[in-house]
């Protein structure tokens, strides 16, 4: 099936399933060999056969109650297939989409019934998906979206991201912070209808807009910031965590974009009193700061009068470091006869014996020592002015160009001269770098920004259908599979109109597909359709699954994370999602499965030849998803599948 033909087909009711199979297609995936395709008549001679006896409109919409007629209301599911004209399928495409799947399936006729042979059955899907796409071509039916669509918050967090070079913000910058969440239906809290703007919300959004400018900008008058993590209680620390330096165990690695130079304090927190010394290990994009020792603390008599160790208190690091993304990681060192944590049941891991990183708070700076040299400020700073000469012909082109990428269009006059007054303001103010801010502040809060914008061409009559421009189109493709504003090169080609080409369009997606922003479509798109989110909610109940822990349950989530993954990129069919022989794992997971010689905490792909395991319906989240916290659920798995 060519990518024409799956961009026009109309969309089926699992939509879903549809999206998926549309970013199939648009990878052009071969399909397999094609059946002889039957003639109308043939069809209609089969259907009358094999289907009307029961699908019809006698038995489907008729208005006998005796029980056994509402019984054979019940069966037909509303289908009555001698009301459908072969002759023209258009107008009821969602009816024949429905024939197809029970022919596809060979689900109809049911068992007992007289039923075709194979040929027969794949002549009729082959002749009626052939018409379904001619008649989509001849009269396409998109649908209708509103012309007005507020970005969601993630995808107003990505397009701050890329727009600024602003990533892993500290967490009151952070955009699930600064905004409230979204509504959902459905799984999804994309739906236009849902994002609606208050004027509460509104005042958040200038909130937001205000942090996220000063922060990017590089403003060394805002108050220090204290960023605080805390390590979930049933995190297993007593081996080594993917990400962090080779030879610790346990700990935490912490992603961070530091506001300005400056000192920094890393206070770390203990979950447990030491018996023995422990060394901690201290370090900043993977460079050592500090190396402490904990333990050895005396007894002490608690307040029931039993004797316990001495509480183990923070540790303070107090280091320099310059602005910008950080990696801060913290961890013990390894070292012979290391506590064995995972040996302790769930019910007990409160009662920890040895210690555990609790939280890690990076707090400043201190002592302020400039903006310095980071990513955003490069992104935003493309000139420079010479004495205050030329400041306002640079500052023009610097807002002109975030202006561009962040309206996802070619910027005018006039949307300068919206932005333009902010800038005065702010250089007046504080000089220009000020000016900068409030512009960018202003743009951030831009209805051409906040909403992805669609207008009718001015000569289309009301429910007209019509191809949407290229920079709609850009946008359209951006947002789906990067959850997030089109790049350069992408726009460069919607302005250029090459997005109308079907061989420019293919390469752009798979460029798109290859680009790491593609886990978008992973962690938004896939894991909201699955409802795969609510897996962080289980909890297994300890007495009945002791070995269950915080390190399964991120390891569940990122096993399916990888396989969704793989196959949206990898070409293969959609149905792989079921079908697969393979899966992701690392050594955690590996030994919940009983898959041997898999060792470390990193990931990696693994055959499931020999093993019951396959697809998605195989893979422990999925399954924890899919039960109570004391067993397995055949009822709620099965509404789950039928669902999604």
Same mark, same amino acid.
């Given at each position: 099936?060519?990518?024409?033909?799956?961009?026009?087909?109309?969309?089926?009711?699992?939509?879903?399933?549809?999206?998926?199979?549309?970013?199939?297609?648009?990878?052009?995936?071969?399909?397999?060999?094609?059946?002889?395709?039957?003639?109308?008549?043939?069809?209609?001679?089969?259907?009358?056969?094999?289907?009307?006896?029961?699908?019809?409109?006698?038995?489907?919409?008729?208005?006998?109650?005796?029980?056994?007629?509402?019984?054979?209301?019940?069966?037909?599911?509303?289908?009555?297939?001698?009301?459908?004209?072969?002759?023209?399928?258009?107008?009821?495409?969602?009816?024949?989409?429905?024939?197809?799947?029970?022919?596809?399936?060979?689900?109809?006729?049911?068992?007992?019934?007289?039923? *075709?042979?194979?040929?027969?059955?794949?002549?009729?899907?082959?002749?009626?998906?052939?018409?379904?796409?001619?008649?989509?071509?001849?009269?396409?039916?998109?649908?209708?979206?509103?012309?007005?669509?507020?970005?969601?918050?993630?995808?107003?967090?990505?397009?701050?991201?890329?727009?600024?070079?602003?990533?892993?913000?500290?967490?009151?910058?952070?955009?699930?912070?600064?905004?409230?969440?979204?509504?959902?239906?459905?799984?999804?809290?994309?739906?236009?209808?849902?994002?609606?703007?208050?004027?509460?919300?509104?005042?958040?959004?200038?909130?937001?807009?205000?942090? +996220?400018?000063?922060?990017?900008?590089?403003?060394?008058?805002?108050?220090?910031?204290?960023?605080?993590?805390?390590?979930?209680?049933?995190?297993?620390?007593?081996?080594?965590?993917?990400?962090? *330096?080779?030879?610790?165990?346990?700990?935490?690695?912490?992603?961070?974009?530091?506001?300005?130079?400056?000192?920094?304090?890393?206070?770390?927190?203990?979950?447990?009193?030491?018996?023995?010394?422990?060394?901690?290990?201290?370090?900043?994009?993977?460079?050592?700061?500090?190396?402490?020792?904990?333990?050895?603390?005396?007894?002490?008599?608690?307040?029931?009068?039993?004797?316990?160790?001495?509480?183990?208190?923070?540790?303070?690091?107090?280091?320099?470091?310059?602005?910008?993304?950080?990696?801060?990681?913290?961890?013990?060192?390894?070292?012979?006869? &290391?506590?064995?944590?995972?040996?302790?049941?769930?019910?007990?891991?409160?009662?920890?014996?040895?210690?555990?990183?609790?939280?890690?708070?990076?707090?400043?700076?201190?002592?302020?020592?400039?903006?310095?040299?980071?990513?955003?400020?490069?992104?935003?700073?493309?000139?420079?002015?010479?004495?205050?000469?030329?400041?306002?012909?640079?500052?023009?082109?610097?807002?002109?160009?975030?202006?561009?990428?962040?309206?996802?269009?070619?910027?005018?006059?006039?949307?300068?001269?919206?932005?333009?007054?902010?800038?005065?303001?702010?250089?007046?103010?504080?000089?220009?770098?000020?000016?900068?801010?409030?512009?960018?502040?202003?743009?951030?809060?831009?209805?051409?920004?906040?909403?992805?914008?669609?207008?009718?061409?001015?000569?289309?009559?009301?429910?007209?259908?019509?191809?949407?421009?290229?920079?709609?189109?850009?946008?359209?493709?951006?947002?789906?599979?990067?959850?997030?504003?089109?790049?350069?090169?992408?726009?460069?080609?919607? +302005?250029?109109?090459?997005?109308?080409?079907?061989?420019?369009?293919?390469?752009?997606?798979?460029?798109?597909?290859?680009?790491?922003? &593609?886990?978008?479509?992973?962690?938004?798109?896939?894991?909201?359709?699955?409802?795969?989110?609510?897996?962080?909610?289980?909890?297994?109940?300890?007495?009945?699954?002791?070995?269950?822990?915080?390190?399964?349950?991120?390891?569940?989530?990122?096993?399916?994370?990888?396989?969704?993954?793989?196959?949206?990129?990898?070409?293969?069919?959609?149905?792989?999602?079921?079908?697969?022989?393979?899966?992701?794992?690392?050594?955690?997971?590996?030994?919940?499965?009983?898959?041997?010689?898999?060792?470390?905490?990193?990931?990696?792909?693994?055959?499931?030849?020999?093993?019951?395991?396959?697809?998605?319906?195989?893979?422990?989240?999925?399954?924890?998803?899919?039960?109570?916290?004391?067993?397995?659920?055949?009822?709620?798995?099965?509404?789950?599948?039928?669902?999604?």
């Amino acid at each position: 099936m060519s990518v024409a033909k799956c961009a026009q087909r109309p969309a089926r009711q699992q939509t879903g399933l549809a999206l998926l199979a549309l970013a199939a297609c648009a990878l052009a995936v071969p399909p397999g060999a094609a059946a002889a395709e039957a003639t109308a008549a043939e069809v209609a001679e089969t259907l009358d056969r094999y289907c009307a006896a029961c699908h019809n409109d006698r038995i489907v919409n008729g208005r006998d109650t005796a029980p056994s007629m509402l019984v054979s209301q019940l069966r037909t599911t509303g289908l009555a297939v001698d009301t459908l004209d072969v002759e023209r399928v258009g107008p009821d495409s969602d009816a024949w989409e429905r024939v197809i799947r029970k022919l596809e399936s060979r689900t109809m006729p049911p068992p007992g019934r007289p039923r *075709p042979d194979d040929a027969t059955y794949d002549g009729v899907v082959a002749w009626l998906e052939t018409e379904l796409d001619r008649a989509a071509a001849e009269a396409p039916n998109p649908g209708r979206r509103p012309a007005l669509h507020r970005l969601s918050r993630t995808e107003y967090q990505n397009a701050v991201r890329d727009l600024l070079a602003l990533d892993h913000l500290p967490k009151e910058f952070d955009v699930t912070t600064l905004l409230p969440a979204d509504n959902a239906t459905s799984g999804f809290d994309n739906l236009a209808e849902l994002l609606f703007v208050s004027p509460a919300t509104l005042e958040r959004y200038l909130a937001a807009a205000r942090k +996220i400018s000063r922060l990017a900008v590089g403003d060394t008058n805002m108050p220090p910031i204290v960023d605080r993590y805390q390590l979930d209680r049933d995190l297993i620390q007593d081996a080594h965590l993917a990400g962090l *330096p080779l030879g610790t165990r346990g700990g935490a690695i912490i992603r961070s974009h530091l506001p300005a130079d400056g000192e920094y304090v890393v206070t770390v927190e203990f979950a447990a009193a030491a018996r023995d010394e422990h060394e901690v290990e201290v370090s900043v994009d993977g460079e050592r700061v500090e190396l402490f020792t904990i333990g050895g603390r005396p007894l002490v008599r608690g307040a029931s009068g039993v004797f316990v160790f001495e509480a183990e208190p923070p540790v303070d690091v107090r280091v320099p470091l310059r602005a910008g993304p950080r990696e801060v990681a913290v961890a013990f060192l390894e070292k012979t006869g &290391a506590n064995h944590e995972s040996l302790v049941r769930a019910s007990r891991r409160a009662q920890r014996r040895e210690p555990a990183i609790a939280t890690v708070t990076i707090s400043g700076p201190y002592g302020v020592d400039g903006s310095g040299d980071t990513p955003s400020r490069r992104r935003i700073f493309t000139c420079t002015p010479d004495g205050g000469v030329n400041a306002e012909p640079c500052a023009r082109e610097i807002l002109s160009t975030l202006a561009r990428r962040a309206y996802r269009r070619p910027v005018t006059d006039g949307d300068l001269d919206v932005l333009m007054p902010f800038y005065a303001d702010g250089v007046a103010a504080g000089g220009f770098e000020r000016g900068i801010q409030q512009g960018l502040e202003r743009l951030l809060v831009s209805p051409e920004f906040l909403f992805r914008i669609e207008r009718d061409p001015a000569d289309a009559a009301p429910g007209d259908s019509y191809r949407v421009n290229g920079l709609e189109l850009a946008s359209r493709l951006s947002f789906f599979l990067w959850s997030s504003v089109p790049d350069e090169q992408l726009l460069d080609r919607a +302005i250029a109109g090459e997005l109308g080409d079907p061989a420019v369009l293919e390469s752009e997606v798979r460029r798109m597909l290859a680009d790491d922003r &593609a886990r978008a479509l992973t962690e938004n798109f896939a894991e909201q359709w699955l409802y795969l989110r609510d897996v962080q909610a289980k909890e297994p109940d300890p007495a009945f699954f002791p070995e269950f822990d915080e390190n399964l349950r991120q390891a569940f989530s990122r096993e399916t994370e990888l396989f969704i993954d793989s196959v949206l990129r990898g070409g293969g069919p959609v149905t792989d999602l079921l079908t697969a022989d393979y899966t992701f794992v690392n050594e955690r997971l590996a030994k919940h499965y009983g898959i041997p010689h898999v060792y470390g905490s990193h990931f990696r792909r693994v055959s499931l030849t020999g093993t019951e395991r396959r697809g998605l319906l195989g893979q422990g989240g999925i399954l924890t998803l899919t039960s109570y916290a004391t067993r397995t659920s055949p009822v709620l798995r099965g509404k789950w599948i039928l669902e999604n």
